[in-house]
């Protein structure tokens, strides 16, 4: 067991920084080592393993989750199985690790041997300068541990799609994937291992994971509650960190010193349920959660085609849906995609709740009807009636983790005869706030859908828009994506009513 003090106040920092500086201690396992320690509950995993802990395998490159050197894994206990997600340890408070299995670089190693992943990625010489090197292995490692089938290339490769490799071009590492779907898919040495009730039983067994692994079930579930000291007033916090993934690209500087409210201490404000036909959406839903719903899934079957255009897998464990709504950004993704939905907001701030439409959230750029001691509880939106589709666009320079140029969403329903029953359109991109085009659909709810109307509908869109030239694109530029992006809703939901053509006249 290893128990660490926090460093001593300096005289440069501020009252409430040093009060922050003393948090409980957060007890947790790192790889084979039970750690309690009292560092900042805002100081990043990323520089604890490195700085604290000395393990230097995992790397620190842009400290924006964007380059997925510093991939760790995460493991909890959920529902008496142990759960491991990727995640950029760069992004990643300490202060949220209490009672979890923190996976490094160094963690995956066996004793005198590499394991099969990192073999094949030396016998396909996957590695040059090796920077990128550790993410990528936590990655595919990730990937055998949680494939619900038998491993494939494609699989792999959306494993790793939040790591980038400047000097490989990939084709030695993918070479080194397919070593592995050979090896561990139908017909390879360790088939069995998909069928095996123990997934990671059955891969300790097969040399991919050290034996330790086999004892934090009952090493987590040892583990306390956290003993917080209490701090109601909102007053006092500087930070409310749900996910942290724009936070700490903004503010990662500041949070180790400041009074942090970790949100993710609070698992009542997660989940998703359905009543009836209403979904209520915690707050601290992550992006991947939300894809994984089978009552979301149930109307968007589309979600996770969606989702890998969203961020990279590492990001979407982290990002929450409330976080990205917040964020105000006016090319967030998921708040596309809920504003299509007509999502209803939920703040409380004490015993006060109230609800707010997220059509009506925005008030200019970055700006929202929020008050600063208020926290988004969970978000509402009624379950779309049969027939109706869900559809998400976006354009950006890379196909996976990157910001948009320009995103759409849409809900739609459209009878056989034609007649649009609903239409709630959105684009991200081209105003100062994320853009519910409310024109648009009351002019096309209750017509018949043809190219005439459609072009029409495109008109008046151009007319709610404004977008301004920047590095993503010129304005013009971003009229012609928006143009074509709602266009692609709406010959997706009825192909034979519309075709591309009618857009050529815009």
């Known amino acids: 067991m290893t128990r660490e003090r926090a460093p001593r106040p300096t005289s440069q920092r501020s009252p409430r920084a040093i009060e922050a500086s003393m948090t409980t201690h957060v007890e947790f396992w790192l790889n084979d080592r039970r750690v309690i320690t009292d560092v900042p509950d805002g100081m990043l995993v990323l520089d604890y393993l490195r700085k604290d802990r000395l393990l230097t395998g995992t790397k620190e490159g842009c400290k924006e989750g964007d380059c997925g050197a510093c991939s760790i894994l ?21 202060g949220e690790m209490h009672g979890k299995h923190v996976v490094s670089i160094e963690g995956l190693n066996l004793p005198g041997k590499l394991n099969p992943v990192q073999q094949a990625m030396v016998d396909r010489v996957g590695s040059q300068c090796g920077f990128c090197t550790p993410g990528f292995i936590v990655s595919m490692c990730w990937y055998m541990m949680a494939a619900r089938e038998t491993p494939t290339l494609e699989g792999f490769q959306r494993a790793f799609s939040g790591n980038l490799c400047r000097c490989t071009g990939y084709a030695a590492i993918n070479r080194a994937s397919l070593d592995l779907v050979e090896n561990f898919g139908p017909g390879g040495q360790w088939e069995s291992i998909w069928q095996a009730d123990d997934r990671l039983g059955a891969l300790m067994e097969a040399g991919l994971l050290p034996g330790y ?191 948009a140029t320009v995103n759409s969403a849409a809900k739609l329903r459209i009878s056989d005869e034609g007649v649009v029953e609903e239409a709630s359109l959105t684009l991200g991109g081209v105003a100062a706030t994320p853009l519910w085009l409310e024109k648009t659909g009351e002019f096309l709810n209750g017509e018949v859908l043809t190219d005439a109307l459609w072009r029409e ?50």
């Open 74 to 94: 995460i493991g909890e206990v959920v529902e008496g199985v142990m759960r491991y997600q990727p995640v950029t340890s760069c992004l990643t408070p300490v």
């Open 213 to 403: 692994f086999a004892e934090m079930p009952k090493r987590l579930e040892a583990i306390g509650d956290l003993e917080e000291v209490p701090r109601d007033d909102a007053d006092v916090i500087d930070f409310f960190v749900a996910g942290g993934t724009d936070l700490y690209v903004q503010k990662g500087e500041l949070l180790p010193r400041a009074q942090v409210k970790i949100l993710n201490r609070h698992p009542e404000m997660k989940g998703i349920r359905k009543e009836g036909d209403t979904l209520h959406i915690g707050a601290l839903t992550t992006f991947e959660e939300f894809g994984a719903s089978e009552d979301v899934v149930a109307f968007i079957p589309q979600i996770q085609d969606y989702l890998h255009l969203i961020a990279s897998l590492p990001l979407r464990n982290r990002a929450t849906i409330a976080g990205n709504i917040i964020n105000a950004s006016p090319i967030g993704d998921m708040t596309a995609i809920m504003l299509a939905l007509d999502t209803t907001l939920v703040f409380a701030r004490g015993e006060t709740t109230r609800e707010v439409e997220l059509k009506r959230f925005y008030k200019g750029y970055k700006t929202f009807d929020k008050h600063p001691a208020e926290v988004m509880t969970e978000m509402v939106l009624k379950v779309p009636a049969a027939g109706t589709g869900v559809y998400f666009e976006k354009v950006s320079k890379r196909r996976c983790l990157d910001i």
């Open 457 to 506: 509908a495109l008109r008046i869109a151009h007319t709610e828009m404004s977008p301004i030239s920047d590095v993503r694109g010129s304005a013009d530029y971003k009229r012609l994506l928006a143009t074509q992006l709602l266009t692609a809703h709406v010959v997706k939901a009825a192909p034979e009513r519309v075709s591309l053509d009618a857009m050529l006249a815009i």
